[in-house]
Structure formats: C-alpha cells, structure tokens
C-alpha cells in the first residue's frame, strides 16, 4: 500500500540536459534511497482530457518512506543544477487509498506494489477539505475506477515545502494511476464530473491544477 509519507519534486529540465539529468536521478537519487523508501520518475505527456499543463513542469519525481524524509540539500543542489531550471521540492502525508484490484495488498502471488504506467497528478484547495475526501472517497474515486484503465487513487496532505517556487502550494494532492489512458476524456468521465455530489464540490473549489504524466523510471517497487 502507498506509504505514510510522499516526497514530490517538480522541475523542467532543458531538452539538452535531460540525459544527464535522468542518469542522475535513476542510477543516484533513486538508486541509493534507503532500504524501504521506494522511488519513481515521471515525464508529462498530453492530457486526453484536453487540459493544458498548469505550469513549466515537466518532470516528477516521487519519494516514498515510511518517515518524514528531507532530500538532501546536496542533492537539492544537484538536481536543480542538472534540470537548468528552479525545482519545487514538497513533502506530503498519506490520508488514503481508493485500491478497489488491491494493488497495496501483497501476498505470495505479488511481492511488490508497481506504479501505474500512468498517472494524473492533481493539486486542490477545496472550500472544505472534510467534504472533499468524503466525495473522493464515496463518489469520485469510484466513479473514475469505471475507466478500463484504473488502478487505484491515493490522497495525499501537504506537509511542508523543503523549496518552491509556490509559497503556498494547495493543501490536497490527489493521484489516480491508470494502466493506460484509453476511455480518459470520454463520457465516463464527463460523468464522474456531473454527479450531484461533484456539482456541489467542485464549483467551491478554489484552485486546482492537474498532469498527466507517464511512469519513466520505479526503484523499490
């Protein structure tokens, strides 16, 4: 199951960089987490539902532990050196976990929880955060696992921010996994937004963003 605490980083490396920039994140920022923490690397990719990126990022890498875990400014340094660009670092605690194929459930038949091939990573600050995790928990989570390609949808809290560009980044993350992204944009999920519930949430809220964004790289996991 997803862990207790989440570290994200976003950053836009320049497309001549980007190998040198990549290297470094697989084979050193992920590869030498402790044993335990878990690791992935995602590049944007085109949202099937139309929406344009929020903003210059492009890259997104996820830390997963059972501690709250900082990088470390060497590597802070690093990173931001090699992408040629200002990163945001933040960490974020675990709320919950919509995981109707168990995919958090290891037994002798699976050993590790692998990360969808794709996710769409939203950030949102709803007018009543309580109300908000009922309505993903009761109606949106579900309705969204109608698509042929989900897996599963985790919430996430913002706990701080290590370095950012937002001084104050949207208190929810929300990050639905999907094995591929046919069906997203159709009327399955113009559904999912037209419910009573989601017409009474989502007009209250005042600010979201939201990335498609396709798995690169997984150490751990």
Do not use: C
Not at 14 to 36: F, H, I, M, R, S
Not at 74 to 79: A, I, K, L, N, W
Not at 168 to 191: C, N, W, Y
């Amino acid at each position: 199951m997803p862990t207790r605490y989440l570290q994200v980083v976003f950053s836009d490396p320049a497309q001549d960089v980007y190998p040198q920039w990549e290297k470094y994140t697989k084979e050193y920022l992920l590869a030498t987490l402790p044993a335990g923490n878990q690791g992935a690397l995602y590049d944007i990719v085109p949202n099937p539902m139309g929406r344009p990126p929020p903003d210059d990022s492009t890259s997104l890498v996820l830390l997963e532990s059972e501690e709250h875990l900082y990088l470390h400014s060497r590597d802070m340094r690093e990173v931001t050196h090699l992408s040629s660009s200002s990163v945001d670092s933040r960490s974020y605690e675990l709320i919950e976990s919509f995981d109707p194929l168990e995919l958090g459930v290891l037994g002798a038949d699976r050993l590790i929880d692998t990360p969808g091939p794709f996710i769409l990573q939203a950030e949102a600050e709803p007018a009543d955060i309580g109300e908000y995790i009922e309505f993903y928990r009761d109606d949106h989570a579900p309705m969204m696992a109608k698509h042929a390609g989900y897996l599963r949808t985790t919430l996430y809290r913002l706990k701080d921010v290590q370095e950012g560009q937002v001084n104050v980044p949207a208190p929810l993350m929300i990050i639905h996994e999907f094995r591929h992204l046919e069906g997203l944009g159709s009327q399955i999920t113009k559904d999912s937004v037209e419910t009573e519930f989601a017409k009474r949430v989502f007009p209250r809220v005042r600010s979201m963003k939201a990335r498609m964004m396709k798995l690169v790289f997984a150490h751990g996991r």
